[in-house]
Nanobody
């Protein structure tokens, strides 16, 4: 059974850095684009796109809100996805989810194209 497991979340202060990891198992994801989404735990808040990377790791795409601060990367040999988060802000506080597309090798911001999801890891940034 395919599974994605995030780790690396926590409580940090504004300006600090965190590195999230997502370990994949149960199948190979090396031929699929992968991404990170986040969701604020409040009524009416939808899951929002953060970053995506294509199957080989040669192309990345970021939400404007994190561009220049976050870096997505992947190690297909380890079946692992990463999100390096620098200069964190209180507005980055959310549950962060790792995801893999169902069949696409190219990057996409469309949440509906992601068929595999992790359970999420909480990131809290205090001011």
């Amino acid at each position: 059974q395919a599974q994605l497991v995030e780790s690396g979340g926590g409580l940090v202060q504004a300006g600090d850095s965190l590195r999230l990891s997502c370990a994949a198992s149960g199948r190979t994801f090396s031929n699929l684009a992968m991404g990170w989404f986040r969701q604020v735990q409040a009524p009416g808040k939808e899951r929002e796109f953060v970053a995506a990377i294509n199957w080989v790791g040669a192309y990345e795409y970021y939400a404007d809100s994190v561009k220049g601060r976050f870096t997505i990367s992947r190690d297909n040999a380890k079946n692992t996805l990463y999100l390096q988060m620098n200069s964190l802000k209180p507005e980055d506080t959310a549950v962060y989810y790792c995801a893999a597309t169902s069949s696409s090798s190219g990057v996409t911001t469309n949440v509906k194209q992601y068929g595999y999801w992790g359970q999420g890891t909480q990131v809290t940034v205090s001011s």
